[in-house]
């Protein structure tokens, strides 16, 4: 089966620029995930869907990130407009729903805002 | 609050040598503990897990003891080799309640031929 596809892998955007990223979750997984890591540092929780419904977004930082999972299918993370902390490693993640442990990570998108 | 404490890196052996990576947690119930290993260019893979004390995880040569009484998840291998070469991360989650994942900070893993 085909994995946790992300995309664009790479991304260079201006501060106060927008950047869109998209994560294509493996077909039949109703949880999906975004976190983050940023310079370094720990790889941080942002927010977890249930097919189309955000079940926890605790983690999402402010409200220059909206994210969104139209038809539970792909997910976008948009922020708007982009700050240099935002710079970092954006991963994606999907699981089945009745097998909580068995996620699947994308290769994630390196964001860097100049 | 959850969190995990990794030993910081990097850390360079030499092929052969023993290889042990640090990782302690605090979190409240009985969390279920893994490593993730994110070798270059590619995603985070599960590495091993345990989901209750005195478990031990083993995969690919690794193996980590879920250690209740210290909160310790170690992680070992007795011969690194070349291909070991990556970022490894502990984390937990909850295994009541939201399902994400807490990691620690990761630890760049290098071993030279």
């Known amino acids: 089966e085909a994995g946790v596809t992300q995309f664009p892998s790479h991304s260079v955007i201006e501060k106060g620029q927008t950047v869109t990223l998209r994560c294509d979750p493996i077909?039949?997984?109703?949880?999906l995930y975004w976190y983050r890591r940023v310079m370094g540092k720990e790889i941080k929780f942002l927010l977890h869907?249930?097919?189309?419904?955000?079940?926890?977004e605790s983690g999402m930082p402010n409200n220059r990130f909206l994210a969104e999972r139209t038809g539970g299918t792909y997910s976008t993370l948009k922020v708007q407009p982009a700050e240099l902390e935002d710079s970092g490693v954006y991963f994606c993640a999907s699981s089945q729903v009745y097998r909580p442990y068995g996620y699947t990570f994308g290769s994630g998108t390196r964001l860097t805002v100049v | 609050g959850n969190s995990v404490t990794q030993m910081e890196g990097p850390v360079t052996l030499s092929e052969e040598a023993f290889l042990t990576i640090n990782c302690t947690y605090t979190?409240?119930?009985?969390?279920?503990l893994f490593w993730y290993v994110q070798y270059p260019g590619e995603g985070l893979q599960l590495l091993l897990k345990?989901?209750?004390?005195?478990d031990k995880g083993s995969n690919k040569g690794f193996e980590a003891t879920y250690r209740k009484e210290t909160t310790s998840f170690h992680l070992e291998k007795g011969s690194v080799q070349v291909s070991d070469s990556a970022v490894y991360f502990c984390a937990l989650t909850r295994i009541q309640g939201a399902q994400k994942l807490v990691f620690g900070q990761g630890t760049r893993l290098t071993i030279n031929p």
């Open positions: 077909s039949g997984h109703d949880n």
């Open positions: 869907f249930v097919k189309e419904s955000k079940q926890d």
């Open positions: 345990a989901t209750k004390a005195d």
């Open positions: 979190a409240t119930g009985y969390p279920s």
